[in-house]
């Protein structure tokens, strides 16, 4: 099973409406991190939190981490049509940065 | 203008054909990795590399084999010992270290029929 998992599977919001997404991990980490993905091209990375971090904002991105709850989650506000995409969850499985990804949540932002 | 470039962008194979996808960095990262997405899904890590001629493999290894003789350079092989070949294929490259992010290509998306 993986080691982060996202929730919802899917989100469709109108222009200008707040996104959350969840994320639900089981072992202990020591950073996590969220990446975007538009159709058919590669992951980007949004942003990073470390496990001594419990919040963190850049730009329109909001991310929480609760560790004792093993759970982050990811707010877009005011969205934008743009922002149409998969976003995953992803946490270091060991040494050498081996990132594991959730299923993503897949985001419609309808104009 | 730094990135990674995967190549060719779409493939096509005949069933029993190995293939293989190519991935070049100019980031100057340490390490390089291969991952395999399937439609819906998300990432599974196939192989990686923290330095060059060294790999190691990753969750779903079996069936491909990969190669390290240059920094900038990770190809993958896609034998015809792995079953179900046709997915998205990304490679991203990174610093190797813990608490840094990953830089990914825009993929490889192979069809095997």
């Known amino acids: 099973s993986q080691q982060g998992e996202e929730d919802p599977q899917a989100l469709s919001i109108q222009e200008g409406e707040n996104a959350t997404m969840n994320c639900s991990y089981k072992?202990?980490?020591?950073?996590l991190q969220w990446y975007r993905q538009n159709s058919g091209r590669g992951l980007v990375h949004l942003i990073l939190?470390?496990?001594?971090?419990r919040e963190k904002h850049s730009g329109r991105l909001r991310v929480t981490l609760d560790t004792s709850k093993k759970s982050s989650s990811l707010l877009i506000t005011a969205s934008r049509a743009a922002d149409t995409a998969s976003y995953f969850c992803a946490t270091p499985k060991a040494a050498g940065n081996k990132l594991t990804f959730g299923g993503g949540t897949r985001v419609l932002v309808k104009p | 203008d730094g990135g990674i470039t995967q190549s060719p962008k779409y493939l096509f194979r005949k069933e029993g054909q190995n293939v293989t996808l190519s991935c070049e960095q100019n980031?100057?990262?340490?390490?390089m990795y291969w991952y395999r997405q399937d439609p819906g899904q998300g990432l599974r890590l196939i192989y990686y590399s923290q330095i060059v001629n060294d790999f190691q493999k990753g969750d779903i290894a079996e069936g491909y084999s990969v190669s390290r003789e240059k920094k900038e350079s990770f190809p993958l092989t896609v034998t015809s010992a792995q079953k179900n070949p046709t997915a998205f294929y990304l490679c991203a490259s990174g610093q190797g270290r813990d608490n840094s992010p990953l830089h990914f290509g825009n993929g490889t998306r192979l069809t095997v029929t």
């Open positions: 072992t202990s980490i020591n950073n």
């Open positions: 939190i470390r496990s001594n971090e």
């Open positions: 980031l100057n990262h340490d390490a």
